[in-house]
């Protein structure tokens, strides 16, 4: 019995130390772990000596465990894994200049081509009416209203039972009542290609007492958008056709007169 008790006694402190060692190296892990995510570098050594001693990583990992320790000891930052950087591929034509997909013509205007700048006018009265499209001012200011259409001034429609009514003579009645006496705030466009521009034309939208001259003109049957309409326009024209009002009482059939 005397004979094993060393042997019991080596066998006890071998267990021991194994136990000693794990706790250690778990206890190292998980501060360094904790210190690593702490961006301090003095406190990575205990994660960097666990990992060396552990038997089951590999060589490349306990050189590298290695090599941050030495770093470390001697007052160097450790090396951090840097992410793998894949090159674009060689294989991909490059467009020349010019040679790009065609764009839409209006985008040269939302991208804000000098030529189609818009700024606002006031238009004082009173106003020499041309047609239910285009008026006068007493300085000889020519305005010109965009986005629709309306008959010109000796224009006759036809209604349904064939007799004549002479619709552009109404139009520009109608156009004149919605502006007269009142101040205008005109939003032009400056360069503006419109067909009916003079050279000194003003050619664009106006509002009167907050309201578009143009969409009310529709709202009554007088003219018709021409053009991407507005949300508001198309209301006043299918308001303006379910009413009949103004040329839809004759389906909006113009016949010119000399």
């Not at 490349?60 to 090159?87: K, N």
């Not at 109404?170 to 290609?193: E, K």
């Amino acid at each position: 019995m005397a004979r094993n008790r060393p042997e019991h006694a080596q066998k006890k402190s071998s267990r021991f130390g194994r136990t000693l060692l794990l706790a250690a190296t778990f206890g190292a892990g998980v501060v360094g772990a904790l210190a690593w995510t702490g961006q301090a570098p003095w406190a990575q050594a205990p994660l960097l000596w666990a990992t060396a001693h552990v038997s089951a990583w590999t060589a490349p990992a306990r050189q590298w465990a290695y090599r941050q320790w030495s770093a470390l000891a001697w007052g160097r930052r450790p090396d951090r894994i840097q992410p793998e950087r894949v090159a674009a591929p060689a294989d991909r034509p490059m467009v020349p200049p010019g040679e790009g997909p065609s764009l839409s013509p209006l985008v040269p205007r939302l991208l804000g081509q000098p030529g189609h700048f818009r700024r606002h006018v006031f238009v004082e009265p009173p106003y020499d009416m041309i047609d239910a499209l285009r008026f006068s001012t007493s300085g000889d200011q020519m305005v010109v209203l965009t986005g629709i259409i309306t008959p010109a001034t000796d224009a006759a429609c036809e209604n349904p039972d064939r007799t004549l009514w002479p619709c552009g003579i109404f139009a520009r009645a109608t156009l004149y009542a919605l502006i007269r006496g009142q101040q205008l705030v005109c939003h032009a466009q400056v360069g503006s290609t419109a067909t009916l521009q003079e050279s000194s034309a003003l050619v664009g939208q106006c509002r009167v007492q907050g309201k578009d001259v143009a969409t009310e003109l529709v709202r009554v049957g007088f003219a018709r958008p021409n053009g991407l309409a507005s949300r508001a326009m198309m209301e006043a024209e299918a308001e303006a056709r379910a009413d009949r009002r103004g040329l839809w009482r004759s389906d909006w059939k113009i016949v010119q007169r000399n």
